[in-house]
Nanobody, 125 residues
Framework: QVQLVESGGGLVQAGGSLRLSCAAS????????MGWFRQAPGKEREFVAR????????LYADSVKGRFTISRDNAKNTVYLQMNSLKPEDTAVYYC??????????????????WGQGTQVTVSS
């Protein structure tokens, strides 16, 4: 099993920045791709970004491209999401996810085996 704990959420004004962290513990050697998803009230959980095990390959949703940056530090078993130029439409609960099986489209929730509890991000206008 792998446990994921997110932190860094909060309330910020539009145009501001936040940095989310996701610390992994347990059988972290089994984890490959890690991702961030978000879910706004009344909406489905959607893909935000993902990073490969090496940290070299990244992928972003069009809605956050150029504003968000995903990275990981395998020595600390931690993945980060730097969010700049935040907009009110970025308001959501942000979830960290880890893939252990290494299969599936990494922009889909079904590709991930472990999930954190989520951290709230609220952007005021």
């Amino acid at each position: 099993q792998v446990q994921l704990v997110e932190s860094g959420g909060g309330l910020v004004q539009a145009g501001g920045s936040l940095r989310l962290s996701c610390a992994a513990s347990g059988r972290t050697f089994s984890v490959s791709t890690m991702g961030w998803f978000r879910q706004a009230p009344g909406k489905e959980r959607e893909f935000v970004a993902r990073v490969s095990w090496s940290g070299i390959s990244t992928l972003y949703a069009d809605s956050v491209k150029g504003r968000f940056t995903i990275s990981r530090d395998n020595a600390k078993n931690t993945v980060y999401l730097q969010m700049n130029s935040l907009k009110p439409e970025d308001t959501a609960v942000y979830y960290c996810a880890a893939q252990a099986t290494g299969v599936g489209n990494t922009t889909s929730t079904r590709a991930y085996d472990y999930w954190g509890q989520g951290t709230q991000v609220t952007v005021s206008s």
